[in-house]
């Protein structure tokens, strides 16, 4: 393999660079954030951790569908908007409650694909969509999901957590295909029932119940190696990734792997010792999973084969997100 | 006046008449609602009631910025986003507690100004932004801002529970001006502190746990009289309002001012005999408010003034939003 190219190609891909401004953004709120007691916020994961009182935090998260991906096919657009939220509960050891959305579109025909998405959505993943609002008259079309959750308290999974000398796993729901609408994405959910899918989400909450990991994340646009770097910048590590272990199908390029945003894949960190029960809870629930590294002292992502090493990311230069509070 | 002209012209009002796609979007979710139990569902609310458990119900609402505000002015949409959203929560008897937002912008200065509008918003209303998404790359700059709050059970105020005979009380935070940015906005809030902003909300949180209205609404885009329309026509009700009881201050057309969409104004209905405390709780806390009509036995909603009449949505025929489960 060439060490050298795969960390440029990942570093230079659009999944990843997209990823910096939001560090400027947040950067923003800092003045006025001090005030809120009552949420544990932090910007590097996948959902905000809100405590209202009681055994539960609730969980809270948005997101958009990318511009290109809701004219690449307006049905996708809404489907995935459903997916990727649910995603983000589910990264956390969430249990996914209930989703608004915001849709905007002048383009009536446009709505009605986009509408049938989110409704096929809510049948697969099992969240009903409670409100939202509708700008009947815009130039665009463009869809935003809020969602909520909740976690029991103290068994949540963060993205800032990963702590020297824990083992890296990653998990993917391999079952599925590349696209349908970017070599990036790869669909494992439509061709599956409702409860097949839920199976899949339902070990999250599993792991962050029992314990036994210390932090996760959902691999989304940055692709596995890309998901790990933003959970390392905001855990203040450093990580070494052997390319050997990590699951790949066959028939699909290495490279274009390390860059697919699966529809069910998640990248979690835990104990050595606990690494065999989260890999066996993982493939009892239909994913494959495998140990494909360690988290280091150092302040780098290196990707490793063969003997040879290579970084990827570099904190010290690099930023990805640039949250790292 | 013109009772007439009056009755057409907001009929035929943008702010009104946009409403109406409302429900065919809410009927592509009616069939896969069912299953739902935990959530109190009521898309004629301005926010969902979600049951986690607990003596509480979470709110939950989104709110998107119309594209004609985001391209007057950044800093006013990014405010207006916490603003809209805080009268979601606000309008259910509701204590605002923690925002997302989805923002999509190529435009780096547009981003900042948003951010800063945002910023200013949260420091006024007291709420957290805790966490959210970018699109750093699409042609068109939009934002949506998703919101949850918390009610004591049983203390939640409903669009679709006013009853015949119950009197409608409108209530506006009239210290302020017209625009900036429209001639049917009115800001009332950013030449006040915050103190005196979160005041005036917190009155629908009290209205909300003494019992004493029977339903609510903030007045937004479609003005008194439409956002009027919209509560009776969830309610399954009508009214009739005496356009010479509303408050409405000196030097502003009267037309105007019944399309406007003030900054803090509600329209709420209470029993008959729960009036006057429910306007002095009003005008205790800064507004001028006024029992205006009642909720009537008919399928219209009347306008009236000096003994004359007329109707300006008459159910049977009209849709506003077209909820009425």
């Known amino acids: 393999m060439d060490l050298q190219r795969i960390a440029r190609e990942i570093r230079e891909f659009e999944g990843v660079t997209r990823k910096k401004p939001i560090a400027e953004i947040i950067n923003v709120f800092e003045s006025v954030r001090c005030e809120y007691s009552n949420s544990v916020v932090d910007f590097g994961d996948d959902a905000a951790v809100v405590d209202i009182g009681g055994d539960d935090y609730i969980l809270f998260a948005a997101d958009g569908i990318w511009a290109r991906l809701i004219n690449a096919s307006m049905w996708w657009a809404g489907y995935s908007s459903v997916l990727v939220n649910v995603n983000d509960i589910a990264a956390m050891g969430g249990k996914p409650v209930a989703m608004v959305n915001v849709l905007s579109s002048a383009n009536k025909e446009a709505c009605k694909e986009l509408l049938g998405g989110i409704r096929d959505g809510i049948a697969k993943f099992g969240v009903p969509m409670v409100g939202g609002h509708m700008h009947p008259d815009t130039p665009y079309t463009s869809l935003s999901v809020a969602i909520i959750g909740t976690v029991k308290k103290g068994c949540e999974i963060r993205s800032s957590t990963a702590r020297v000398g824990d083992t890296i796993i990653a998990a993917y729901d391999m079952d599925g295909r590349v696209g349908p609408n970017s070599p990036y994405s790869f669909d494992s959910t439509t061709m599956k029932e409702a409860e097949e899918v839920r199976r899949r989400y339902r070990v999250m909450q599993i792991l962050g119940e029992r ?64 690494e065999s029960e989260v890999i066996s809870l993982f493939e009892n629930a239909g994913y494959r999973a495998a140990g494909i590294g360690s988290i280091e002292d150092t302040s780098r992502l290196d990707i490793c084969c063969d003997g040879e090493s290579t970084a990827v990311f570099d904190f010290d230069i690099d930023i990805v997100t640039g949250i790292n509070q």
């Open 211 to 274: 314990g036994l990991v210390t932090s996760g994340k959902d691999i989304s646009n940055p692709g596995l190696i890309g998901t790990l770097g933003m959970l390392i910048e905001t855990s203040h590590v450093g990580a070494r990734v052997d390319l050997t272990e990590i699951p790949a199908p066959a028939g699909i390029d290495f490279i274009q792997w390390l860059k697919i945003h699966p529809a069910i894949g998640f990248v979690v960190t835990s104990l050595p010792e606990d």
